[in-house]
């Protein structure tokens, strides 16, 4: 099993930033890679970022692309979304997994209970 633990969500103004982190605990950290998710109101939970076990690899929704980035650090069980030039369709409530990476919520058994972010125009 894997516990994890996502904080930083908040409000935002839109072009402004924020950084979540994301802490695990229980199983072997780098066993897995990470992946962001993130589920609108009356939308289906959706991909946004991802990373491999060791950090060397990461894999983007379109959405995101060269506005998002993710870091992990393997000594403190913890991976950082970095989010800047937030706009208000970024809205949502993101949630941390852990499993294989891809682009479905499916290769991630593993999930955090979310953060609340909320990018105000």
């Known amino acids: 099993q894997v516990q994890l633990v996502e904080s930083g969500g908040g409000l935002v103004q839109a072009g402004g930033s924020l950084r979540l982190s994301c802490a695990a605990s229980?199983?072997?950290?780098?066993?897995?890679?990470m992946g962001w998710f993130r589920q609108a109101p009356g939308k289906e939970r959706e991909f946004v970022i991802g990373i491999s076990r060791s950090g060397g690899s990461t894999i983007y929704a379109d959405s995101v692309k060269g506005r998002f980035t993710l870091s992990r650090d393997n000594a403190k069980n913890t991976v950082y979304l970095q989010m800047n030039s937030l706009k208000p369709e970024d809205t949502a409530v993101y949630f941390c997994?852990?499993?294989?990476?891809?682009?479905?919520?499916?290769?991630?058994?593993?999930w955090g209970q979310g953060t609340q972010v909320t990018v105000s125009s």
């Open positions: 229980g199983r072997t950290f780098s066993a897995y890679a």
């Open positions: 997994a852990a499993g294989v990476l891809w682009y479905g919520s499916n290769s991630y058994p593993y």
